[in-house]
């Protein structure tokens, strides 16, 4: 078992299953990207949404120093895309990862679940990370197929990628009395 504070908060959100993004920038230099599970919802009335990245790699200063970001939520056809992204040393931005690179835009994610697009509202440093407030101006929603849903998700749990199984239950089933 893990002796300090910081490895049972490690191995606690080890356990807490996550979807999985790409959050990604233009810059003079290039395109700059980093995988996240932070992402949350914020508010509906502006549009705004939340994530988080390190202070200490190398992404995270270009993407906190961007006025323009996307955020795109990855579907489970997409883990190799994650996992360039999570490690340092693989190629990032290529055609074969279907990326698009419009000039003087984020770059573009193509079959991503979803991709919002928006401006830096704040960067607070909070521990060894930044948390970004993004005001989401576009979103773009995946392919949908006959069913009008997108691709299955791409989950983060325990150090692995996962994509979801049957469903256990619709809303319907678990409060009937709700559904109308």
């Known amino acids: 078992m893990s002796d300090t504070l910081t ?3 490690k191995a606690g959100f ?7 993004a790409i959050v990604a920038a233009s810059t003079e230099t290039g395109p700059v990207g980093a995988t996240v599970s932070s992402v949350a919802s914020v508010s509906a009335n502006p549009p705004m949404l939340s994530f988080s990245v390190s202070r200490s790699g190398r992404s995270g200063p ?7 970001l996307a955020v795109h939520v990855l579907t489970e056809s997409q883990a190799h895309v994650a996992a360039a992204f999570a490690d340092r040393t693989a190629p990032r931005f290529t055609v074969a990862q279907d990326w698009a690179l419009p000039h003087g835009e984020p770059p573009v994610l193509d079959d991503a679940a ?9 960067v607070i440093p909070a521990g060894e990370a930044w948390l970004v407030l993004l005001e989401v101006d576009a979103v ?7 069913s009008g849903e997108s691709g299955d998700p791409l989950l983060h749990h325990d150090r692995n990628y996962w994509s979801l ?16």
């Open 7 to 9: 490895d049972q908060f």
């Open 14 to 20: 080890r356990r807490y299953p996550t979807g999985v």
């Open 62 to 68: 270009a993407l906190t120093g961007s006025d323009r």
């Open 114 to 122: 979803a991709s919002f697009y928006g401006r830096v509202a704040r």
């Open 140 to 146: 773009g929603l995946g392919e949908s197929g006959e």
């Open 165 to 180: 199984g049957p469903s256990v239950s619709t809303l319907d089933r678990i409060l009937p009395e709700k559904a109308s």
